[in-house]
């Protein structure tokens, strides 16, 4: 599996915060099948969408996943741009009901599942972000991050 060398710069590490956290994520395994299907569907670009679900005992407890377009044309190969009227149309829908929008997946093309400088630009507190690496149209793993307690880092977040 090739890293680019940028997930190496200096850059790129700084948006890691190594230290241990306590949360949690539990996925239903048809959430887990649309995110892995999305992005090899998607490949050689980045895809995106949204984690329906709960937060609770610092666990994201992930039910659903859904794909919102990404509006990224000109760099849609190592960016993504999640379409707001995709994220209002679920928003409203589960106002309804006892689920809400907890979190972000994407893609990472021919790139390790490890956040970049500008998934951190773009990061909501509270949020749960699943990363997945795609090589060659097929998925290699899922990395799951959220911000630190000063949301200055992305920390791991494990299953």
Same mark, same amino acid.
């Given at each position: 599996?090739?890293?680019?060398?940028?997930f190496?710069?200096?850059e790129?590490?700084?948006?890691?915060d190594?230290?241990s956290?306590?949360?949690?994520?539990?996925?239903?395994a048809?959430? =887990? *099948?649309?995110?892995?299907k999305?992005?090899?569907?998607?490949?050689?670009y980045?895809i995106?969408?949204l984690l329906? /679900?709960? %937060?609770?005992?610092?666990?994201?407890?992930?039910?659903?996943?859904?794909?919102?377009?990404?509006?990224?044309?000109?760099?849609a190969?190592?960016r993504?741009? =999640? *379409?707001?009227?995709?994220?209002?149309e679920?928003?409203?829908e589960?106002?309804?009901?006892e689920w809400?929008?907890i /979190?972000? %997946?994407h893609?990472?093309?021919?790139?390790?599942?490890?956040?970049?400088?500008?998934?951190?630009?773009?990061?909501?507190?509270?949020?749960?972000?699943?990363?997945i690496?795609?090589?060659?149209g097929?998925?290699t793993?899922?990395?799951?991050?959220?911000?630190?307690?000063?949301?200055?880092?992305f920390k791991?977040v494990?299953?």
């Open positions: 599996m090739h890293e680019p060398e940028r190496r710069s200096a790129y590490l700084a948006v890691l190594q230290s956290t306590n949360y949690h994520c539990s996925f239903t048809a959430a =887990l *099948d649309t995110m892995r999305a992005a090899e569907a998607g490949y050689p980045e995106c969408g329906i /679900g709960k %937060f609770e005992n610092n666990t994201w407890l992930i039910k659903e996943a859904r794909q919102v377009e990404n509006l990224n044309t000109e760099r190969s190592d993504f741009q =999640l *379409d707001p009227s995709g994220y209002q679920i928003d409203r589960l106002r309804k009901s809400e929008i /979190g972000v %997946f893609s990472h093309p021919d790139c390790p599942a490890k956040p970049s400088p500008t998934d951190l630009e773009n990061a909501w507190e509270g949020f749960i972000y699943p990363i690496s795609i090589y060659h097929k998925v793993k899922q990395l799951n991050w959220t911000l630190n307690e000063h949301a200055t880092q791991a494990t299953n």
